[in-house]
């Protein structure tokens, strides 16, 4: 793990980083807004055991809550600018204008347990009675058409308000002296032989020309690089990641998972890819219902009226689309092709549905969802297309990846396909650590 190559960065005198065998220095100060840090805590003492979270996530986000609850001294780093993971909204014209708004992730939560506890405040009931359905077709993708449809349960679902975002926000701030760090990369760098401590750096890189097309702030280039040792290390993001790292722009790290956790992780684990689509109407068309779970369709696996949703703008309004995973397999799809190609079926399922052909789109923009939870550790299998099968739970007992000298894994793959599977294996890897921290006095750094 000392030797992985670095990210591409621009390198300063004076920014903490030291060439020489003994590893990196500890960095200069930042300022909060340099450092990409919320302010949401004071820093605890020196005599506590301390946690590095990579990931702010549901899993991430539970591993801090119980950590912090128990006292231990705790930092979050998450790669991108807002917490949540797949609980994600997307305004397209930044967050102060909620005019154009898109779930990108999860659609729908159906919490259960502690999970349901810590949402009070921040979720609201969703779909309506009724006007949550399941609508049959028959055919492929190039011919099709719907058979049938039927109400779907919408007892104890609901969605974040005023967004799904705003849900890892409410966690996080739930979290007793934790310190975060958003929009930053993190790496493990190793375990320091003289202290047993975890050294983590963590940075924003450079990024690629796409991700300047939709963050074109990111041009001034890489952030300062800051350094930390941690007793302990949780990595609480796909597995996927976790085994190979990422090879992506700003977001590019390398793999730092130990040997012993990537022994029992390698090959238990799967994940896929689907399509998403962003459109937008600039008028309310007369939907019969606010989410549709599709099935038969060769293309399309969800359609939801993300402006039907609580607390949102209404106009325009904004569809959220999946595709299935064999439409999203089926060929190499350029961003362009699926824009013209999942609109259309888009737009004949809305003439079938509203028995007209719907007026032309004031917004449109595809994306891909890569991380589709597939195969998890427990053997659960999934039922249905994402997002359906992230409504489940598994009602057993994860095993927590957790290595005694010092780091974990975690994140919905440990036991099933949903939000709460996802914050219930955070809950139980913390537990697994305070565990350890219980018999030995301190976890394995300290």
């Known amino acids: 793990m000392d030797g ?13 980083y030291a060439s020489s065998a003994g590893g990196p220095a500890e960095s200069k100060e930042e300022t909060p807004e340099r450092a990409g840090q919320l302010t949401l805590s004071t820093t605890p003492g020196p005599s506590r055991s301390s946690v590095c979270v990579i990931g702010g996530g549901p899993s991430g986000l539970a591993c801090c809550r119980t950590l912090c609850d128990a006292g231990l001294q705790v930092v979050l780093i998450q790669e991108s600018r807002g917490l949540g993971g797949k609980l994600c909204t997307k305004f397209v014209n930044g967050k102060e204008d909620p005019t154009l708004h898109f779930d990108m992730g999860v659609q729908v939560l159906k919490p259960r347990g502690r999970f349901a506890e810590e949402l009070e405040g921040v979720v609201k009931p969703w779909p309506r009675v009724g006007r949550f359905k399941r609508i049959r077709c028959t055919g492929d993708w190039r011919r099709w058409s719907i058979q049938g449809s039927e109400d779907l349960p919408t007892t104890d679902l609901v969605v974040g308000t005023p967004s799904m975002s705003a849900i890892g926000r409410h966690l996080a701030e739930r979290c007793r002296s934790l310190e975060v760090h958003v929009d930053r990369t993190a790496q493990v760098q190793g375990r320091r032989k003289m202290t047993g401590q975890w050294s983590v750096m963590w940075s924003r890189a450079e990024a690629n020309a796409g991700q300047l097309r939709y963050r074109p702030e990111l041009a001034e280039g890489a952030s300062e690089v800051s350094y930390r040792n941690f007793d302990a290390v949780v990595l609480a993001f796909e597995a996927n990641k976790v085994l190979h790292g990422c090879k992506s722009g700003y977001k590019m790290v390398p793999s730092s998972v130990s040997p012993a956790l990537r022994e029992r992780l390698s090959g238990r684990t799967k994940t896929s890819q689907v399509w998403n689509l962003m459109v937008a109407f600039d008028r309310e068309l007369p939907m019969p219902w606010d989410a549709a779970a599709i099935t038969g369709h060769g293309s399309l696996a969800w359609v939801a009226v993300d402006s039907s949703k609580p607390d949102r703008q209404r106009v325009p309004q904004c569809f959220m689309i999946f595709s299935t995973k064999e439409w999203a397999n089926w060929k190499q799809w350029s961003k362009k092709e699926v824009e013209r190609v999942l609109l259309y079926d888009f737009m004949s399922f809305l003439s079938d549905t509203l028995g007209s052909w719907p007026p032309e789109p004031c917004f449109l923009l595809s994306g891909r969802w890569g991380n589709n939870t597939e195969a998890v550790l427990t053997g659960e299998v999934p039922e249905g297309d994402f997002p359906m099968r992230s409504l489940g739970h598994y009602e057993g007992v994860g095993s927590p990846l957790w290595d005694k000298d010092g780091m974990g894994a975690t994140g919905d793959w440990a036991r099933g396909f949903s939000v709460n599977d996802a ?24």
């Open 423 to 446: 914050y219930s294996a955070g809950v139980e890897l913390a537990e697994k650590m305070l565990e350890d921290l219980g018999e030995g006095g301190r976890l394995a750094g300290g």
């Open 4 to 16: 992985a190559p670095h990210p591409k960065r621009r390198w300063q005198r004076g920014n903490g």
